[in-house]
C-alpha cells in the first residue's frame, strides 16, 4: 500500500487554504498542516513531501521557497510570479484543473520536475527563444536582403525610401545579434527566417 | 609574333569597331552606365546603373541624346532592357560559343555621357562554370577580367581577340568585383525580360532551417548525408502546400539539390517556375518523395 503524499498548504487567507486543502484531501494526500501567509512570520512544515502555495504575492511566494528546502508547487498565474516561477520546483496556472494539481503535487514529491504544456510564459523563458523576434516587415526587408537586392531596390519595391529600409536593415541587424548585413542572412538562413 | 605597334593598332581598332554598338546611359540619378546595342531599339544596361526607370537618356555619339524607357530589369543577373524611339546604329556582335582561357587579353569597352568612347584592359583572371551570386542567382559562367571598370563601366562590353563581346561588364554582381555576365545569361535573361518585363523568381513557400541528422536516423533509412532542412514555416496555398508538405518535415532534397549541402537561398537557383520537381524528405522517421510544381514568387511590383 503507497503511502500517501504529505502536503503543507500555504494560501492568502484562510478561505483559500481551505480551498485548496480541499483539492487534496479525499484524493489520496495526507494534508499535514496549512498556513495563511504573511511576509515574515515563520512556519513549520513538519514533515510535508510537498509545499503548496495559491498565492498573488509573487516576491512572498519566492522567499517562502527559499527557506523550505521542500519541492514547492506554486498555483497561480504566470503573470504575477514569473520570477517566482523560476526559483520554483513546479508551477501550474490559476486555472489548471483539480487533476493537474494533485498531479503535480505527486510528482513533485517523488522528485520530479513539471511544466504545464500550453503555459506560454514558459515559451517566453525557456532556453528556446533566442531571438526578438522580426516584424512582419523585417522579415519581409530579411528575405528581400537574402535574395542580393541593394536598399534602393528593396525601397523601390516596397513603395518607401531608402531611409525606412536603411532602419528595417540596422533593426534586422540587432535583433539578430550580427554585426553586418551579410552576417543578418546568415543567421537569417540559419534561424529559418528566410522563405524560398 | 605580333609587333608592339601591330598589337596596339590592333586593339585600337577593335575598341572602334565595337564601339558602334556601345552606347552611354543615363538616368534621372547622378549615375552614368554604359549600354550595349542589342538591335535596332533595344540596348542592354546595367540594372543598377540605372536608379530610375524616368527620364532615361542615351548617346549613341557626341550628338543629342535619344530618349528610352525601361523594358524590364533584373538585379539578380544586374541586366536591363530599354526601348529606344529612335534608330540605333549596329547591333552588337556577340560570341556565341567563345574559348575563353586564362590568361587571353581582353577589353572592356564603354562609352561617357558626352559620347565619348573609352575603354580599358587587362587578362582574364578568373574563369570557372556556372555559378551562384549571393542572392541565390544562377550566373552561366565566372568570368573576372583583371582591369578597371571606372564609373560608368557597369553595362558596357568586354571584347575578346575576335573583337566579338563575350559579355557585360558589371561591378554589380558581387560586392563590388568587376566581373562580366556572359552571353548565355544575357540570352536567357533578356528573352524572359522581353516576354514579362522581369524575371520570375522560382519559389517553394518554405521557411527552412539547417539541421543535422541524429545519428539514429542516419542509420536507419541509410543516409550518407548529415544536414538536411527542417520545415519551420509553410506558406499557406503554395506550391509546397499544395504538395502535401507538413511543418516538421525534414527535407532531403529538391529536384537534383541535396540540401545539406546548399545554402537556403541557391536550393531552387536550377529550376523555373511551372517546372515540376521531386522532394525527398523525411517525415516520421519514413524517407518520402512528393512532387511539386514550382510556383512563382509573389512580387511587390515597383
Not at chain 1, 132 to 155: K, Q, S, Y
Not at chain 2, 103 to 114: E, F, K, M, N, P
Not at chain 2, 170 to 189: D, E, H
Not at chain 2, 240 to 253: F, K, V, Y
Amino acid at each position: 500500500m503507497q503511502e500517501p503524499t504529505r502536503v503543507f498548504i500555504l494560501a492568502d487567507s484562510g478561505a483559500g487554504v481551505r480551498k485548496l486543502g480541499a483539492v487534496f484531501d479525499q484524493a489520496g494526500f495526507l494534508l499535514i498542516g496549512s498556513q495563511t501567509i504573511e511576509t515574515t512570520s515563520p512556519f513549520e512544515t513538519g514533515l510535508a513531501d510537498v509545499i503548496v502555495i495559491r498565492s498573488r504575492k509573487a516576491e512572498t511566494a519566492s522567499i517562502l521557497v527559499s527557506r523550505a528546502g521542500l519541492p514547492v508547487l506554486w498555483v497561480g498565474q504566470a503573470a504575477d510570479g514569473g520570477a517566482a516561477a523560476r526559483g520554483m520546483f513546479g508551477h501550474v496556472p490559476e486555472d489548471a484543473s483539480l487533476a493537474q494539481i494533485r498531479a503535480a503535487a505527486a510528482a513533485l514529491a517523488v522528485g520530479l520536475q513539471i511544466k504545464p504544456r500550453e503555459d506560454r510564459s514558459y515559451a517566453e523563458e525557456s532556453e528556446f527563444t533566442m531571438l526578438d523576434p522580426l516584424t512582419d516587415r523585417e522579415l519581409e526587408v530579411l528575405n528581400l536582403v537574402a535574395e542580393g537586392f541593394p536598399n534602393r531596390e528593396i525601397a523601390r519595391r516596397l513603395r518607401v525610401s531608402p531611409n525606412t529600409i536603411k532602419f528595417h536593415v540596422s533593426s534586422i541587424i540587432g535583433k539578430l545579434g550580427a554585426s553586418s548585413r551579410t552576417e543578418a542572412v546568415t543567421l537569417g538562413l540559419r534561424h529559418g527566417l528566410i522563405i524560398i | 609574333m605580333a609587333t608592339w605597334s601591330e598589337l596596339s593598332n590592333e586593339i585600337a581598332e577593335g575598341i572602334q569597331s565595337a564601339g558602334r554598338s556601345i552606347v552611354s546611359v543615363q538616368g534621372d540619378g547622378r549615375r552614368t552606365a554604359a549600354g550595349i546595342v542589342l538591335d535596332d531599339s533595344t540596348i542592354l544596361t546595367s540594372a543598377q546603373g540605372i536608379s530610375e526607370a524616368d527620364n532615361i537618356s542615351v548617346w549613341i555619339s557626341r550628338q543629342q541624346p535619344l530618349k528610352a524607357s525601361l523594358l524590364g530589369r533584373d538585379h539578380g543577373s544586374d541586366l536591363a532592357l530599354l526601348k529606344i524611339d529612335g534608330k540605333l546604329g549596329e547591333p552588337a556582335l556577340f560570341a556565341d560559343s567563345p574559348q575563353l582561357a586564362l590568361g587571353q587579353l581582353v577589353v572592356a569597352v564603354a562609352r561617357t555621357w558626352r559620347g565619348n568612347l573609352v575603354a580599358s584592359s587587362g587578362i582574364l583572371s578568373g574563369l570557372m562554370g556556372e555559378w551562384q551570386t549571393h542572392g541565390g542567382k544562377k550566373i552561366e559562367a565566372f568570368i573576372r577580367p583583371d582591369l578597371t571598370l571606372y564609373p560608368g563601366f557597369s553595362g558596357g562590353a568586354l571584347l575578346g581577340a575576335d573583337r566579338k563581346i563575350i559579355g557585360m561588364t558589371t561591378r554589380g554582381l558581387a560586392r563590388g568585383s568587376s566581373l562580366a555576365v556572359p552571353y548565355a545569361t544575357i540570352k536567357r535573361i533578356t528573352a524572359l525580360l522581353r516576354d514579362k518585363g522581369y524575371v520570375p523568381s522560382p519559389y517553394l513557400g518554405v521557411g527552412l532551417q539547417p539541421v543535422r541528422l541524429p545519428e539514429s536516423l542516419r542509420r536507419k533509412l541509410n543516409l550518407s548525408e548529415h544536414a538536411a532542412a527542417l520545415v519551420v514555416h509553410l506558406e499557406g496555398g503554395s506550391p509546397a502546400d499544395h504538395a502535401g508538405l507538413m511543418l516538421g518535415d525534414i527535407l532531403l532534397a529538391v529536384a537534383d539539390t541535396r540540401l545539406g549541402e546548399e545554402r537556403t537561398v541557391s536550393i531552387l537557383s536550377r529550376l523555373a517556375p511551372d517546372q515540376k520537381a521531386n522532394i525527398e524528405g523525411i517525415r516520421g522517421d519514413e524517407l518520402f518523395n512528393r512532387s511539386v510544381v514550382i510556383g512563382e514568387r509573389p512580387r511587390r511590383q515597383g
